[in-house]
């Protein structure tokens, strides 16, 4: 043990001390190699960390602790780590600095070490952001995904010194009880981190389709509260893509939230006329205008570098003019939809094929005789049957998030009830009977396979058509 703890505080082997800057060795052997990462979290941890800063600028031996860092990442103890969050966030920092230079730059390392500290991944740090922003410049977004899609449920914050010890504790529901501002586990956050991690990850979402989710994280950035009524660029920004979203999705703008700011939102939307001025004529189908406008604003979308998705929204325009058409229409000749979408036949009649293959459209094309694309006939397809109600998978879905969002929801009001200002407010309080139940305990959380949604505790229908605007409107009531 004499030997382990002169090599902890040295930096360097008792046997070699004239080669630090080769690793803690003892008896000859790197000390690294005698260590189990996962039963000796703290002493491998420490000693990569040492060998990390004698390393200086040597790549051989940085490719070589880069293999270490990468077993310890994978394996280390989540408990005993939280002793030395400082000395975790700078191996974890270390590796990602030195990804650029490596030949292996596998960063879903980095996201197996941050579940493992914290599965739920539900309290934010500085690594969110810069992973999500190390995962755009190596051009692989996916990589983000597994911690995109938690829910980012609470910010480091300073315990009550009465419940200093409890991150001893491996039974937490939430993980910002050990991961706080003097844990060392997160450098220091400021709101700009926060606005830019979800316009960031919207861009993602964007890229993947994910509408819904994307319209979540965009709404996450346009209602942050601000002091004194203040814009920021950021929220400036996500209100344009918000605005575009919802016109990919939905054919119309999203109805503005109700627990926006007045005075932010006038400010946002005046800077953000020109989209506004797209929008209303996208609601009216007006293609012309819709055009007119975009080809006018060009400079203006591609400074905002959102000229892509306002020609897909062009495309889009035209598929629910077609959409629009089943509505008086049971079936029509490709000819008339090319007349009333101003394309020519045979691109209408390609368009019209793909959107059915992507089943945007529930329809048929019968294909004429004389072989002419507009003599062929679109037949629109209308379900027998209809039903709004979710499937029994969705409903399981669904519940399993109430129930973690539940979770979480009790054990934050449970901790605030034990800071000197909720006992300073309850004494101010008159009570008359019996104290109020926990409100979370007053869900009910059950649901029946051939129910039509989830019963709430007054009887109301919980029952959402998209599993992501289920978690929107969920965190939108708090």
């Known amino acids: 043990m004499t030997n382990l703890s002169q090599c902890l505080s040295d930096g360097q082997g008792p046997s070699k001390p004239g080669l630090a800057g080769d690793g803690v060795d003892v008896d000859k052997k790197n000390l690294l190699e005698m260590l189990n990462p996962e039963v000796n979290t703290i002493s ?44 975790w966030l700078s191996v974890l920092d270390w590796t990602l600095d030195t990804m650029p230079q490596s030949s292996s730059g596998d960063l879903s390392i980095i996201v197996s070490a941050m579940l493992r500290l914290d599965p739920t991944a539900g309290t934010f740090t500085s690594t969110h952001l810069r992973f999500l922003r190390t995962c755009l410049e190596r051009s692989a977004p996916s990589y983000a995904l597994p911690v995109l899609d938690k ?12 419940m200093a010890d409890e991150f001893l504790c ?8 050990f991961i706080t501002p003097k844990s060392g586990f997160t450098r220091k956050i400021v709101p700009q981190y926060v606005l830019e991690y979800y316009l960031i990850g919207a861009h993602v979402y964007l890229g993947l389709r994910n509408y819904a989710r994307a319209r979540l994280f965009l709404e996450y950035v346009v209602l942050h509260p601000s002091t004194q009524h203040s814009i920021s660029a950021l929220q400036v920004e996500a ?8 016109l990919l999705a939905e054919g119309k703008p999203y109805t503005i939230p109700r627990t926006h700011d ?29 055009r007119a406008e975009m080809d006018v604003g060009t400079q203006t979308w591609h400074e905002d570098g959102n000229l892509r998705l306002v020609k897909e929204a062009e495309s889009a325009l035209l598929k629910f003019r077609v959409m629009d058409l089943q509505k008086t229409f049971a079936a029509l000749p490709i000819g008339r939809v090319a007349a009333h979408v101003g394309y020519p036949a045979v691109t209408t009649l390609q368009w019209v094929t793909k959107m059915i293959r992507q089943r945007h459209l529930r329809a048929s094309i019968t294909p004429n005789g004389s072989g002419d694309a507009g003599d062929a006939v679109l037949r629109f397809h ?20 109430i129930e973690a969002l ?21 004494k101010r309080q008159k009570k008359s009977g019996p104290d109020a139940a926990d409100m979370a305990d007053q869900m009910d959380l059950t649901w029946e396979s051939n129910g039509a949604g989830m019963m709430g505790s007054a009887g109301g229908v919980v029952g959402l058509d998209d599993d992501d605007d289920a978690d929107e409107d969920i965190m939108g009531g708090f």
């Open 382 to 401: 209308h379900s027998i049957t209809s039903s709004s109600a979710p499937a029994d998978s969705d409903l399981a879905a669904q519940t399993q998030r």
């Open 406 to 426: 539940v979770a979480h929801v009790r054990d934050a009001d449970r901790r605030l009830q034990l800071t000197k200002e909720y006992v300073e407010y309850m």
């Open 262 to 290: 007045n005075a932010v939102m006038k400010g946002v939307r005046d800077v953000a006329r020109p989209y506004d001025a797209l929008a209303e004529n996208f609601i009216k189908k007006n293609l012309t205008k819709y």
């Open 170 to 177: 491996d039974d937490l529901e939430l993980s910002n009880v």
């Open 239 to 246: 209100y344009k893509k918000w605005i575009m979203v919802g």
């Open 44 to 87: 491998y941890m420490v000693s990569l960390d040492a060998q990390i800063k004698a390393a200086g600028k040597d790549w051989t031996r940085i490719e070589l602790l880069r293999n270490y860092a990468v077993i310890f990442l994978a394996t280390f103890d989540p408990v005993q780590v939280r002793y030395l969050g400082e000395t």
């Open 151 to 162: 829910n980012i449920y609470a910010m480091p914050t300073t315990p009550p010194k009465f």
